[in-house]
């Protein structure tokens, strides 16, 4: 028997029971559809994150406190929480003297209520001198950013994001306004405009920065840093100034072990480099949890196909009886079982992609996250592949059973 009319009698089988045909593909559908909502949704998290981070500014190098031992993915003990001392006023110094270097930033950090006479909250704060802002190219949508003379008079003056300074202040205009941080008084000097998130994951629109003289000594009663950010001159290759950052704090920690160091110093590239890995592993896990359901629609594909061969026993019979050879009978019910998965990958594909735009449109109106609406051709290639695959991997043990029954058994069954 030719392909053709294997094809033919394969699509009148399946036309001849629809239901059972589209209850069969359901799984099929289902599986398919996760994989591309969640491939989508992986491949648009990547692209949000790795754009976040690119914004920051290519020319920057991150200094934390404590050490990676020597790995460039591992994550030092400051990052899970770990409270460590060693970044200080002296490195700051020595960093600056550096002839490599356009300027460099400390950062604090603490959580706390901030009460104003209208509404409280509890948000993220940060201590930050006059440079961070042109550092990290953050710009006042209102008022002015504080100056070096604010940090070293130790001022109680505020530079707030855009969310918190309506979460705050409501309608009014927030500059002049005054607001408690820990029953300290600071007066609004800057609003800024939409910034997103900073590169360690802080909401800068949700945030409040503050004289880092104030932060530290007033708020935190500490000495020390959680973050340095140096600022590298464009003349100047990345990689040279990290090896320059590395050797001044060396010698001013006097460590002589590279092993030993106790900070971390991350540049851009490393960050990318970290984050495409993670995300990566991120989408490949949630895309195998949703291709399990293609197993378990796999699995119920064969199980009709073979209570289809059952019910077609007297069909299976009398075609052989007239000729039709075992290699036409698994030819049909092969096809069968492609066409099944085929279509319901296709039907899959549809319905993954327009949840990805439902998903798309819900998070792009309903949050202020900058959602990349993303529909990778590899998952739309992938999905169509792997539907046709588990049609032929489950469907040829029912379309040899179909083939191996013997013909005068057949014609018999009742």
Do not use: C
């Not at 009460?115 to 948000?123: A, F, L, Q, R, S």
């Not at 409040?208 to 959680?226: C, E, H, R, S």
């Amino acid at each position: 028997m030719r392909f053709k009319d294997s094809f033919k009698t394969a699509v009148s089988g399946l036309r001849h029971s629809k239901t059972r045909s589209l209850l069969t593909m359901l799984g099929i559908v289902i599986g398919i559809a996760s994989v591309i909502l969640l491939m989508s949704i992986g491949s648009s998290a990547q692209s949000l994150i790795l754009d976040l981070v690119k914004g920051v500014g290519s020319n920057l190098i991150f200094v934390i406190p404590g050490g990676d031992g020597g790995s460039r993915t591992a994550a030092p003990a400051s990052s899970m929480g770990v409270v460590v001392k060693t970044l200080v006023a002296s490195d700051i110094k020595a960093l600056n003297r550096d002839v490599s270097f356009e300027a460099s930033s400390p950062e604090v950090r603490g959580l706390a209520k901030v009460v104003t006479d209208i509404n409280d909250k509890t948000i993220t704060y940060e201590g930050v001198d006059s440079n961070f802002f042109n550092i990290r190219n953050l710009k006042p949508a209102e008022g002015y950013v504080f100056t070096k003379n604010d940090v070293d008079a130790y001022n109680r003056v505020a530079v707030i994001g855009e969310k918190i300074a309506s979460d705050l202040f409501g309608q009014r205009n927030p500059l002049g306004k005054t607001f408690k941080l820990k029953d300290v008084s600071f007066r609004v000097v800057g609003v800024l405009g939409k910034e997103g998130l900073g590169p360690m994951g802080i909401d800068q629109d949700n945030a409040i920065f503050v004289p880092v003289t104030v932060a530290q000594k007033i708020l935190l009663g500490v000495n020390y840093y959680n973050m340095i950010t140096v600022q590298v001159k464009d003349a100047y290759n990345i990689e040279f100034a990290k090896d320059r950052v590395q050797t001044i704090l060396r010698q001013n920690h006097k460590i002589t072990d590279p092993l030993k160091d106790d900070f971390t110093v991350r540049t851009q590239e490393d960050a990318l480099t970290l984050l495409t890995s993670i995300t990566t592993v991120m989408t490949l896990f949630l895309t195998a949890i949703a291709s399990i359901s293609l197993i378990v629609g796999g699995i119920g594909i064969m199980n009709i196909m073979l209570v289809s061969v059952v019910e077609r026993t007297k069909e299976i019979g009398l075609r052989k009886a007239i000729g039709a050879s075992n290699r036409d009978i698994m030819e049909q019910f092969l096809i069968e079982s492609v066409l099944l998965t085929f279509l319901g990958g296709i039907i899959g594909i549809v319905i993954g992609a327009t949840l990805t735009g439902i998903t798309y449109l819900a998070i792009v109106n309903f949050t202020t996250i900058d959602w990349v609406f993303s529909l990778p051709l590899s998952s739309i290639l992938l999905a169509a592949g792997v539907s046709t695959a588990t049609g032929v991997a489950f469907g040829i043990y029912p379309a040899r059973q179909a083939a191996i029954k013997n013909p005068i058994d057949s014609l018999r069954y009742e």
